[in-house]
Structures are given as structure tokens and as C-alpha cells.
């Protein structure tokens, strides 16, 4: 009896490393497998500003699945709250924050109105060519606010963009940004004549853009001259 016992031991012993060994090599295998994402993250979080490409894509989808805006030139709204990412040392949003919000408030901006679009079925391109922001109120951490986005005015070479920060609990204009919206590759009359399919006559150009449109060309002017380039306004 003793001796069947100890068999009986010893065979399910054996049996219980048989079944453990591949329970081990599945855990290591999935601790590996885990190490090596979690160093792929960290290369691509430490390489590229992951969260801006993500944002801009979830913006993109969201907007296309939203209802065209017919209307080319009318104002969009997007609204966000200050979040603790956003913060600078002072405690309020920081100032690249706020360039970076207008890139997200311009992408919904463009998608959701069709120049995007248009862009591509032409081969166009568009960059930022200038960009100047007031800073007027600081927005606090937690603060909601609203991001206004319209085209103000154009000519045969940029979109005038204008978009504002409005705080939602009182209104106030925070920060007020002026873009200048290259095209590439094409014009602007040529993008809203393919969305409008009729040529549409640009706004009167409000004076302060107009002050700064000659800002821009002047300083355009005074970099060629310095870097011995023909004097050609940009």
C-alpha cells in the first residue's frame, strides 16, 4: 500500500509539472510581448506628439460624420475646457495651447464646410503663411470656452482667417488669433468657386487686416532684401 501510494504521488506530480510548464511559458511569453509594446509606446510618445495626431483624427471623424456646413463663410463653433495639460506654471492655459487649439478649431473648420475636400480634388495645398495672437483674459484651469472660427477675407494667394476664444461664463473675448491660410497649388476663388460652382465676390477687408496683410508684406520685403533676394512681396 505504501509503495502504490508513493506511485500515486509521483505520477501526479509529474503530471502537475507537465501542465505547469505551459502556463509558464504562456505567462512569459505575454510578459515579453507586454515589454515590448510598452517600449514601442515609449519610443513613438517620446518621437512624435502622439496626442496631437490622434486629436486631429478623432476631429476629422467627428466632423464628417457631423452635418455639412453649406454656408463657406459662416462662423463654426467647437467647445473644450481648459484641462490639466493645457497648464502652464502660472496656472492658466499656455500660450502654444492656444496655436494648437486654433489648428484643431481650423481642421473641424475646413472638414465640416467642404474646402478640405475641394483642396484635394484640386491638388491643392494648404500651410499657415503668418499667424499673430492677442492675449486679452487668461483662461483658467477647468474653464470652459467656445472657439470661433470664420474666414474673414481673401485675395489670389490666402484664406484671412479669424478665430476667436470666448469664455463660456461670461462671454468675454479671451484671445483673438489672425491666420494667413496659404494655398498651394491653386487659389482661393478656385476652391469656393468648385464648392459654391459660382465665383464668389470677397468681403470688404476690414482695416486692421488690412494694416496687417501690409505688415506681412513689408516684413516679407525687408527678410529678401537682408538675404539678398529680389525684392518680391510674398
Known amino acids: 500500500m505504501p509503495g502504490m501510494r508513493n506511485a500515486a504521488l509521483k505520477s501526479f506530480a509529474i503530471t502537475l509539472t507537465h501542465t505547469?510548464?505551459?502556463?509558464?511559458?504562456?505567462r512569459l511569453f505575454i510578459a515579453d510581448s507586454m515589454l515590448w509594446v510598452l517600449s514601442a509606446l515609449?519610443?513613438?510618445?517620446?518621437?512624435?506628439?502622439?496626442w496631437y495626431f490622434l486629436r486631429g483624427a478623432w476631429?476629422?471623424?467627428?466632423?464628417?460624420?457631423?452635418?455639412?456646413?453649406?454656408d463657406v463663410l459662416a462662423e463654426?463653433?467647437?467647445h473644450s475646457r481648459v484641462l490639466s495639460q493645457d497648464l502652464d506654471f502660472m496656472g492658466h492655459m499656455n500660450n502654444a495651447r492656444y496655436l494648437r487649439e486654433c489648428d484643431m478649431g481650423r481642421v473641424a473648420f475646413y472638414t465640416r464646410n467642404g474646402i478640405f475636400k475641394a483642396s484635394r480634388v484640386l491638388k491643392a495645398t494648404m500651410v499657415v503663411g503668418a499667424s499673430t495672437i492677442r492675449y486679452r483674459r487668461s483662461l483658467a484651469f477647468g474653464e470652459a470656452f467656445e472657439l470661433r472660427t470664420r474666414i474673414v477675407a481673401w485675395d489670389e494667394k490666402s484664406f484671412y482667417v479669424e478665430q476667436r476664444f470666448v469664455s463660456k461664463s461670461d462671454g468675454f473675448i479671451s484671445a483673438v488669433m489672425l491666420c494667413r491660410q496659404n494655398v498651394l497649388r491653386s487659389s482661393p476663388d478656385k476652391i469656393l468657386e468648385f464648392l459654391c460652382k459660382r465665383k464668389v465676390e470677397c468681403p470688404d477687408i476690414p482695416e486692421d487686416l488690412q494694416q496687417w496683410i501690409k505688415f506681412i508684406s513689408a516684413s516679407s520685403q525687408a527678410l529678401r532684401a537682408e538675404s539678398g533676394l529680389e525684392d518680391k512681396t510674398k
Not at 471623424?61 to 455639412?68: M, R, S
Open 20 to 26: 505547469e510548464v505551459p502556463s509558464f511559458c504562456t
Open 76 to 78: 463654426q463653433v467647437i
Open 59 to 70: 476631429v476629422v471623424i467627428k466632423c464628417a460624420l457631423q452635418e455639412p456646413v453649406r
Open 42 to 50: 515609449l519610443v513613438l510618445f517620446g518621437c512624435f506628439d502622439v
